[in-house]
């Protein structure tokens, strides 16, 4: 069996985790009571009423294509309720590639609302494995078809990786975020080479995408709003036809490299990491 590279990311001597966040120092009181007395109670109410009927609707149709309905409505109601309207720049290219690996970057727990409601098709999102077991949520992640990861060993990692393959092969594109987590300051951080190993070996495209303003709603660690307008930008698909299994950290840089231009082109920041791969730990997982 060819190789199956899902590398492992580790903090660096510069790492953004050690540095203070200025969009959380700078967040409004005003927004910070107004989450907490009425937009979380409203996001709460919403999840349980869309959750309650994504969980009735599991049982007339195994498929997942409902729940996904429920989902893109639920992910619209919640960037209301947030007061954050999305702008989607190069939504052309969603319609090159029926098929692909969706790659963006990870900035906020509002990354999923905004993904679930702005992508006009059916499609599947990869999740750590331990979330399938918890109450409620893991029951609608099962139920939906969501596609499980386990990084504990070699074996369970390869196995991971071949559900994902299969999905692909299936016909159903699948939504990953490379970075593996959350960014802490809105940067893009090192990303994991499965994606990218499962789009060479499905001969699916990978599009990438940016996501810029999520970090500012809702940065990791807090729990108050900031509305504002966000931005999801779709690149053009990178074909994997010229890839091979032992070229997936290749074509993870290229797909770095494409989502940091974006990011940088349609943002204020400062300039992003230029390598994918020095800034991780290179420890290959591989199955023969």
Avoid: C
């Amino acid at each position: 069996m060819p190789e199956a590279p899902f590398e492992t990311q580790s903090a660096s001597p510069q790492s953004a985790s050690q540095q203070p966040d200025q969009a959380t120092a700078s967040r409004s009181p005003f927004f910070r009571w107004l989450t907490y007395l009425v937009l979380m109670p409203l996001f709460a109410f919403a999840t349980t009423a869309f959750g309650t009927v994504a969980m009735l609707a599991s049982l007339f149709d195994g498929s997942g294509r409902m729940q996904h309905s429920i989902a893109h409505a639920w992910g619209g109601v919640l960037l209301r309720i947030a007061m954050s309207p999305v702008q989607v720049i190069g939504a052309e290219n969603l319609q090159k590639a029926p098929v692909a690996v969706y790659a963006l970057n990870h900035l906020s727990y509002m990354d999923t609302p905004v993904v679930l409601s702005k992508l006009p098709f059916q499609f599947r999102i990869l999740a750590r494995h331990d979330l399938f077991k918890l109450p409620f949520i893991g029951w609608y992640l099962q139920r939906s078809g969501q596609i499980p990861v386990d990084s504990t060993s070699s074996r369970s990692t390869v196995a991971s990786l071949n559900r994902g393959v299969k999905a692909l092969q299936s016909g159903m594109p699948l939504v990953i975020f490379p970075e593996g987590g959350r960014s802490l300051d809105g940067q893009l951080q090192p990303f994991l080479s499965g994606p990218a190993f499962m789009a060479i070996r499905a001969q699916v495209p990978v599009v990438p995408m940016a996501l810029i303003g999520t970090h500012e709603l809702l940065p990791m660690h807090t729990y108050h709003l900031q509305p504002r307008p966000l931005l999801l930008i779709v690149g053009e698909p990178i074909s994997t036809a010229e890839y091979t299994s032992k070229m997936a950290d290749a074509l993870t840089q290229r797909i770095f490299d494409a989502i940091s231009q974006m990011h940088r082109q349609h943002s204020n920041r400062e300039s992003l990491p230029t390598d994918a791969t020095k800034q991780s730990a290179s420890r290959q997982v591989s199955a023969s």
